[in-house]
C-alpha cells in the first residue's frame, strides 16, 4: 500500500490517543494520517476500562458518545458501585456507590456521565470514526522508524510487515506509540520516574456458570481481600466474559498457574476457559520534554501511571484534544506557532498531578488489606470487618471519586489564559468528591442542561465561543476583535442573571476544549484577550476584567 508523501500531521501510533487526535484534527478540517503497526483491535487485551465523563464529552463533542455507549457490554445503569470482599463468592466487606461519574447521567454537572467499557471497543468504535471521516487516514501493518525535523516539516520514515520502507513529509507529527516511541528518542526527550517492584498478572476468562453464584450483586469490580490471593475481578460482558488481576504474581507463576489464580480469586471451583494472560508492573514515568518544534507527545508516550483510578488512558485523550485543536488552529491560519507552546505547560502538570494521584492510590492495595481473620471464622471475620472496612473507606474513597482530578483540572497557569489570581485560580487536582465547578479561567465551562437531551456544550462552537450576555459592553468589542484577526468566533446568547451567577461574569470566552480562556463584564483592551487566547504570547498577560 502506498502512503501519501506529504501530510500536514502524521500521528504515530493508531491507539485509542492517536485516533482520538486524528479525530480531533478532522474535527476542526485538518487532514492527518495514522501509522499503526497492528492490522487489527487486540480485543482480549482489555487494558483500559474506565471511559471518565470528561473523555465521554469529547465522545460526545466528536458524535461518538451514543455509539460508544451502545457498544458498551455494560450499560451505565448496570451498576455504579465497587465490592471489597473475601473472595468473588465470599464475604461482602463493603462497598462504595457512585464510582467513576456513572451515577452522573442527567446532571448538571456533565454533559456525559462515565462509561465502563474496554479499551478494545473504544479503539474500535475510534477506527471507524477515523475510517468515516474524509480528512482522517488509518494505515494499519506500518510502523515508524525514524524521525527527522527540520525548519519546514518532518521526515518520516515507515516500514511495512513487508520490510518494504517509504518515506513521508509531515508538517507535524504526533507520538502517540507509547512506551518504545520512536518520536519521543527523536526529541531527544526521557522518561524520569521508576517502576513498582509489585508484579501483577491479568487473566481474561471465560466461566459460564460464574455471574449467577456472585452474592454481592452487580458491580463495576469486586476487591478479593484473600490473602492467599489478593487481587481484583470483573466483567467484561453480562454473557460469561471476566477478568482479574492477580496482585503479587510475576509472568512465570502466571503463567504456570493462571486457572488455579482465577479459582482462588473466585474462591470455588469453577469451570473457566483462560482466553488471554498478561504480566506487568505499575510504571510512574513523566517525560522531561512534550515537544520539540514540529514533534509532539501524547498519552503513554508522554506519561504512564499505575491504573489505580482509571486516569491514564483518560490522561491521554485529554492530550490528544489540546494539542488536536491547537494544531488545527495553527494549520487553518487563524492562529500564530507560538500556540503550540502552550501544550506542555497546560498538559504536563495535569499528568504530573494524576500520576501523584495514582500512586496514593497504590500505596494502598488489596494485599495490604487482607487481614487473615477475614477469612477465618465467623466471629473472627465479624471482629476483623470494622476495622477493614474502615481503612478501605479512608484509603480508597478517593480512587472512585475523583471528579475534582477527571473534571477539576485547570490551565490557570497556561500562557494562553488571562488569569485572575485568586483562590478559584489555582490548581485544583486533588481526587475527591467535593468538585465545585468553576468559570474561572483555565477551568472547564461549568455545565447546564438547556432542555432534554440538550447540553450547553451542544450549542458551543467548533472554535471559539463567545457566551453569556450579548449586551454586555465588552460583546461587541470582543466580536470585532475577533473579526480583525480572522479568528473564528460564535456568539452564543445567554443573557441573564442565573447564568452571570453560574459564570461569575458577564461575558465568557470559551475554547475549542471547553475550558475558559477570559471571563468579565468588560474590557478595553478586547484585542489583547483575542490575541493571547490564540497564542500571541509575546502580548502583555491581560490581568482580570477592567
Given at each position: 500500500m502506498k502512503l501519501p508523501a506529504v501530510t500536514p500531521v502524521l500521528v504515530a501510533g493508531g491507539g485509542p490517543v492517536g485516533l482520538a487526535t486524528a479525530i480531533e484534527l478532522a474535527h476542526h478540517g485538518v487532514p492527518s494520517v495514522v501509522i499503526e503497526r497492528r492490522d487489527e483491535v487486540s480485543w482480549l487485551r482489555p487494558r483500559a476500562k474506565t471511559t471518565s465523563a470528561r473523555s465521554m464529552e469529547h465522545f460526545r463533542r466528536w458524535g461518538l458518545a451514543d455509539t460508544l455507549r451502545n457498544r458498551a457490554p455494560l450499560p451505565v445503569a448496570w451498576s455504579d458501585e465497587a465490592v471489597f470482599c473475601t473472595t468473588l463468592l465470599g464475604r461482602e466487606i463493603t462497598r462504595f456507590d457512585r464510582c467513576f461519574g456513572l451515577d452522573l447521567a442527567g446532571s448538571d454537572l456533565v454533559a456525559e456521565c462515565g462509561q465502563q467499557v474496554a479499551q478494545p471497543v473504544v479503539e474500535q468504535v475510534l477506527r471507524e470514526a477515523v475510517a468515516a471521516a474524509p480528512a482522517a487516514e488509518l494505515f494499519t501493518?506500518?510502523?515508524v522508524t525514524a524521525v527527522r525535523e527540520s525548519t519546514d516539516g518532518v521526515w518520516v520514515d515507515i516500514v511495512d510487515h513487508d520490510g518494504c520502507e517509504q518515506r513521508v513529509q509531515a508538517g507535524y507529527v504526533v507520538g502517540c506509540e507509547g512506551a518504545r516511541s520512536v518520536v519521543r528518542d527523536a526529541m531527544s526527550a526521557r522518561y524520569e520516574g521508576s517502576d513498582n517492584s509489585r508484579q501483577n498478572f491479568n487473566v481474561v476468562f471465560?466461566?459460564?456458570?460464574l455471574a449467577a453464584r456472585?452474592?454481592?450483586g452487580p458491580a463495576v469490580h469486586y476487591w478479593v481481600l484473600n490473602p492467599e490471593q489478593p487481587g481484583l475481578v470483573g466483567r467484561l460482558d453480562l454473557s460469561d466474559t471476566w477478568w482479574c488481576i492477580a496482585q503479587g504474581v510475576d509472568a512465570a507463576a502466571g503463567e504456570a498457574h493462571a486457572e488455579l489464580l482465577v479459582r482462588n480469586l473466585v474462591g470455588a471451583e469453577v469451570a473457566l476457559d483462560v482466553l488471554a494472560t498478561d504480566a506487568w508492573r505499575a510504571r510512574m514515568l513523566l517525560v522531561d520534554r512534550y515537544a520539540s518544534h514540529r514533534m509532539f507527545l501524547a498519552g503513554d508516550a508522554a506519561h504512564q501511571n499505575p491504573p489505580w483510578?482509571?486516569?491514564?488512558?483518560?490522561?491521554?485523550?485529554?492530550?490528544?484534544?489540546?494539542i488536536g485543536w491547537k494544531l488545527a488552529a495553527v494549520i487553518n491560519n487563524w492562529a500564530p506557532p507560538s500556540l503550540l507552546d502552550s501544550y506542555e505547560p497546560e498538559r504536563r502538570p495535569v499528568a504530573a498531578r494524576t500520576i501523584e494521584e495514582a500512586v496514593r492510590n497504590m500505596s494502598t492495595l488489596a494485599p495490604e488489606l487482607a487481614d487473615p481473620r477475614l477469612t477465618g471464622t465467623a466471629t473472627e471475620f465479624a471482629e476483623a470487618r470494622p476495622g477493614v472496612a474502615a481503612?478501605?473507606?479512608?484509603?480508597?474513597?478517593?480512587?472512585?471519586?475523583?471528579?475534582?482530578?477527571?473534571?477539576?483540572?485547570?490551565?490557570?497557569?497556561?500562557?494562553?489564559?488571562?488569569?485572575?489570581?485568586?483562590?478559584e485560580q489555582s490548581s485544583s487536582g486533588a481526587a475527591g468528591r467535593d468538585y465545585e465547578p468553576t468559570a474561572a479561567p483555565g477551568h472547564r465551562l461549568p455545565h447546564r442542561w438547556l432542555a432534554a437531551n440538550d447540553s450547553l456544550y451542544d450549542r458551543l462552537g467548533a472554535e471559539f465561543t463567545l457566551i453569556g450576555d450579548v449586551t454586555a459592553p465588552a460583546c461587541g468589542r470582543l466580536v470585532d476583535a475577533a473579526r480583525s484577526d480572522a479568528v473564528p468566533l460564535q456568539l452564543l446568547d445567554l443573557g441573564g442573571q442565573d447564568w452571570r451567577q453560574l459564570f461569575g461574569a458577564a461575558l465568557v470566552l470559551v475554547r475549542p476544549d471547553q475550558h475558559v480562556a477570559w471571563r468579565g463584564d468588560?474590557?478595553?483592551?478586547?484585542?489583547?484577550?483575542?490575541?493571547?487566547?490564540v497564542g500571541h504570547l509575546h502580548e502583555e498577560h491581560t490581568k482580570g476584567s477592567h
Open positions: 501493518g506500518f510502523e471465560r466461566a459460564p456458570d456472585v452474592p454481592h483510578g482509571g486516569h491514564g488512558f483518560n490522561t491521554g485523550i485529554g492530550d490528544a484534544v489540546n481503612a478501605i473507606h479512608a484509603s480508597k474513597d478517593s480512587e472512585f471519586h475523583s471528579l475534582t482530578l477527571t473534571l477539576g483540572y485547570d490551565y490557570g497557569d497556561s500562557p494562553i489564559v488571562a488569569g485572575e489570581g485568586g483562590p468588560d474590557t478595553s483592551e478586547a484585542a489583547r484577550v483575542i490575541r493571547r487566547a
